[in-house]
């Protein structure tokens, strides 16, 4: 929320009449915009069509629409207002009264799942604290969640939208500025615990197929005040407890952490993939976690756009994407839709290599620019994600059934397939006998890399 914003988004008008038309069971939301189709045909001018998004299509042996798993997220397109550190609210949806009242949560919740539907994503997520409002007790909260989620799962069953994830929002208010998991004082930390407590039986009675955990107090501002081994034994130890109750309760979603670097912390505890993948391991829970990638998260810890989900993968941990972009010019989280065919077709070979994504998902954690004002934008803006991912799908499909990668890859290895390089690999080997066969060979001949030949054939496919 800016510091120049008001607390309330949305007009501030109080005429209760205005909204009351969103009341009701059969409101309409979106008028003028009818259900999305495919047209493989239509024109650069024309944005509320797929143009390879085909959901039924099989590309590599699945439909697209298994591959994809595409999930739009509640708390930017239904609690995005637009307002930033230097200006207030510029997207103002009818049916949404700024107010922070029960009422106001069901019309978002109803939009929401006409938009889900017109669209024809199959995904949602949300954070317990979009959905409904906080109370002023623990228990006048989890009573909140129960209505709203009673809703949730009437509209869910009504409309076959199901629940890729949830999560509890333990970073907006004030009583965790210092972290949750890792706060300092042990009374706040237990609150946290009875908000995750609640929202997993939520998450579990809706369904969900994950519960993600991401820490954006989980870190520090200074290390003059931080016990940062306590702060992370600590932060394990939520971990531990989180998925003990996950099973205590029968809840078999799958448990996953997500990374960032920083921001809002100036330094997170999940900073990267590699990170989370050694911190799991350090304290034995890499068999109780997976892993929920976000691409902005990961050009912001300085690799690049592809590279937590290539290392998530590759040790058997890539359990979701929040498929986002940032802007490579700019420093910050700016949760933009991914429009890059590139970047795309590069994710969508790790989900092809790995055998999907099942039970996670492409997740759009993304936002309108606050610019783009009209209802009409959400559509666009998930549309063109949802037919780059389509494209990347089938640019992904063309390089793994041509195998050119795999091929030249797999050569640039082979002195590991035989000899020397297979008692390496296998571990029966010495130091001394390495000399010994290094002595005898000779000085080795250096290959060529050949990154530009290599960048050439991807552009083949893109
Ligand atoms: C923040 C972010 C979150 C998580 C869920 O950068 O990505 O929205 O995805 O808390
Ligand atoms: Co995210």
């Not at 996953?256 to 034995?284: C, N, R, W």
């Not at 797999?410 to 001394?432: L, P, W």
Request: hydrophobic share 35%.
């Amino acid at each position: 929320m800016s510091s120049f914003a008001p607390e309330s988004t949305g007009s501030g008008q109080s005429d209760a009449s205005r909204y009351a038309k969103y009341d009701q069971e059969d409101a309409v939301f979106f008028e003028g915009i009818d259900a999305i189709s495919f047209n493989a045909n239509a024109g650069p001018t024309e944005s509320l069509v797929y143009k390879h998004y085909n959901p039924k299509q099989e590309v590599y042996g699945r439909s697209m629409e298994d591959w994809l798993r595409y999930s739009v997220c509640f708390w930017h397109t239904f609690r995005g207002t637009g307002a930033d550190p230097f200006g207030f609210p510029t997207l103002v949806r009818p049916w949404d009264d700024g107010s922070n009242s029960m009422a106001n949560a069901k019309r978002r919740l109803r939009a929401a799942f006409e938009f889900f539907t017109k669209l024809g994503v199959k995904y949602w997520t949300f954070h317990d604290r979009d959905i409904a409002p906080e109370g002023s007790t623990i228990e006048e909260t989890n009573r909140n969640l129960d209505e709203i989620a009673d809703l949730a799962l009437k509209l869910q069953e009504k409309t076959g939208v199901k629940l890729l994830w949830a999560t509890s929002n333990l970073f907006a208010h004030p009583r965790y500025m210092n972290g949750a998991g890792s706060n300092p004082d042990a009374r706040i930390f237990s609150y946290a615990a009875a908000q995750v407590k609640k929202c997993l039986e939520v998450a579990k009675r809706l369904g969900a197929e994950n519960f993600v955990f991401w820490g954006g107090r989980e870190g520090y501002h200074t290390l003059l005040n931080t016990d940062i081994l306590r702060e992370q034994n600590h932060l394990a130890s939520f971990f531990r407890m989180a998925s003990e109750y996950k099973k205590k309760i029968g809840f078999t979603g799958t448990l996953l952490i997500e990374p960032k670097p920083k921001e809002p912390s100036k330094h997170q505890y999940d900073y990267d993939a590699m990170t989370v993948i050694a911190f799991l391991k350090t304290y034995g829970l890499d068999k109780e976690y997976k892993l929920n990638i976000e691409p902005n998260h990961t050009t912001l810890a300085g690799h690049g756009y592809e590279h937590d989900v290539v290392m998530a993968s590759a040790f058997g941990m890539l359990g979701s994407v929040d498929s986002n972009t940032g802007s490579p010019d700019l420093g910050w989280d700016t949760d933009q839709f991914p429009m890059d065919i590139k970047n795309c077709t590069q994710v969508m070979r790790v989900i092809l290599d790995q055998g999907g994504l099942a039970p996670g998902g492409l997740n759009f954690d993304c936002k309108v620019r606050r610019e783009s004002t009209n209802l009409r934008d959400m559509f666009i803006s998930h549309i063109g994600a949802m037919d780059s991912f389509a494209r990347a799908l089938k640019c992904a499909a063309k390089i793994k059934e041509e195998g050119v990668f795999t091929k030249y890859v797999k050569e640039r290895y082979s002195t590991f397939d035989s000899g020397i390089g297979q008692k390496i690999e296998q571990g029966t080997t010495s130091f001394e006998e390495l000399e010994k066969f290094a002595m005898e060979n000779g000085e080795p001949v250096a290959v060529s890399g050949e990154q530009e030949h290599c960048e050439n054939m991807l552009n083949y496919y893109v």
